[in-house]
């Protein structure tokens, strides 16, 4: 019996997905629940899984298609032999052999004969293919552009042309070497990525607000006890947990920063849901610490530690992607020494952290070299008056530079 494979709901926001890897062929068998085929929406990379047991009859969506939820993408055969006895079926059904074929009128064109044929203006219906399954390469290429040349004209008389003198030939530099182009379309993520922070450029009222931090008390506490913490949470005691834990603190105190506006409303948060910006396998995404308020510093820590791990596998999940009330992004881990941080709607403010650097300060009268960090809060003027903000970050400021403020609450 023919199963419909069909795109299942990830989300109340996720209406479409782009086909990604196929990790099954035509005619091989596929077990219950097993991953079919990686789908990318515009929260996170998922897979969909096999309804039943049976085997992949027609794949009907190619990786880099779309497909809607709910559409069908491929179909499988349940009451296939292979199915039955978990074997490969010696023989593929008629319509999985029909779908193996190679299309003869779209050949499969090779990436390199592809880059070949962009370079000259061609189509693969223009060239000859003479692959191994009327696969187009790039020497079919090479060969259509290169036609074999004419040959030579016979000579004919004509009157003695006046003698003239040629000018000096001006040299000029050839370039060498392959100069190619690509064209791909945008992944759904980097096409959400896009589509937001265009959003918050033009329809929030932004600007950034900028600070220094000493790190020297911070970076002071983490060598004394990294080794106890260690022993005794198995993660490290980073400097994200730290920041987290001062923002959060300044968030309780300026509640408008936690905010967002909604119509004429402005709706309040009594609870710091903060966004963490990770750089993921297909693009920058931002997790979210739910009540971190509530969070010990080792449950921030292992938080974070899990979501850059599976952010890289492309496996956060897209309820963790959604409904921060405040950001956090560390452009220091990537050398950023100072740079001015988008806002993520519908969100009114976004921290951003910069790299750690030795500068000349003066305390008490001296020029001493210190561990400096600039910080930046861009805010939505809108809703957050310029003193909040400035007062924001000097709290945040304070609270890393007296870390035993965040442990004594005042």
């Known amino acids: 019996m023919a199963v419909e494979v069909k795109v299942p709901a990830f989300g109340d926001s996720v209406s479409e997905v782009m086909i990604g890897e196929w990790h099954k062929k035509v005619g091989e068998v596929v077990q219950l629940d097993e ?125 003695p042309a006046p003698v003239t003198v040629a000018a000096e030939p001006t040299t000029v530099a ?82 408008a920063i936690n905010a967002e506006i909604s119509g004429n409303d402005i709706v309040y948060h009594d609870y710091c849901d903060v966004g963490i910006a990770i750089g993921g396998g297909k693009g920058l995404v931002v997790p979210v610490l739910r009540s971190a308020e509530a969070m010990t510093f080792s449950e921030i820590e292992k938080a974070i530690g899990d979501f850059a791990k599976r952010a890289q596998a492309n496996q956060l999940t897209p309820q963790e992607l959604t409904g921060g009330t405040f950001t956090i992004s560390n452009g220091g881990v990537y050398g950023s020494m100072l740079s001015t941080p988008i806002v993520n709607p519908p969100q009114s403010a976004v921290l951003g952290m910069h790299s750690i650097q030795e500068r000349a300060i003066v305390r008490n009268g001296q020029i001493v070299a210190r561990p400096m960090m600039y910080l930046a809060l861009t805010y939505d003027h809108r809703i957050v008056d310029g003193r909040e903000a400035v007062t924001f970050l000097k709290r945040i400021k304070d609270c890393i530079e007296n870390p035993v403020r965040l442990l004594l609450e005042v």
């Open 35 to 159: 991953g079919l085929v990686e789908v990318e929406s515009d929260k996170a990379t998922q897979d969909i899984n096999s309804p039943v047991r049976g085997v992949l009859l027609k794949l009907l969506k190619q990786p880099g298609d779309t497909a809607t939820v709910g559409e069908v993408v491929a179909i499988l055969d349940e009451t296939a032999a292979g199915a039955e006895n978990g074997a490969k079926p010696a023989a593929q059904p008629p319509a999985a052999q029909e779908a193996a074929k190679p299309s003869s009128a779209e050949p499969r064109v090779m990436p390199a004969a592809q880059r070949a044929l962009n370079e000259r203006g061609l189509s693969p219906d223009d060239v000859t293919a003479t692959g191994p399954g009327g696969r187009i390469l790039k020497e079919d290429v090479q060969r259509h552009a290169s036609p074999p040349p004419a040959a030579p004209a016979q000579p004919v008389s004509a009157p």
């Open 174 to 255: 050839r370039v060498t070497g392959e100069r190619s182009a690509r064209r791909q379309s945008m992944s759904l993520i980097r096409r959400r990525i896009a589509q937001r922070l265009l959003e918050a450029q033009q329809n929030a009222a932004l600007l950034t607000t900028f600070n220094e931090v000493d790190m020297s008390a911070v970076m002071e506490l983490r060598k004394q006890h990294q080794e106890a913490f260690v022993e005794k949470h198995g993660v490290k005691l980073g400097f994200m947990s730290f920041f987290v834990k001062a923002s959060v603190e300044a968030l309780l105190e300026f509640p």
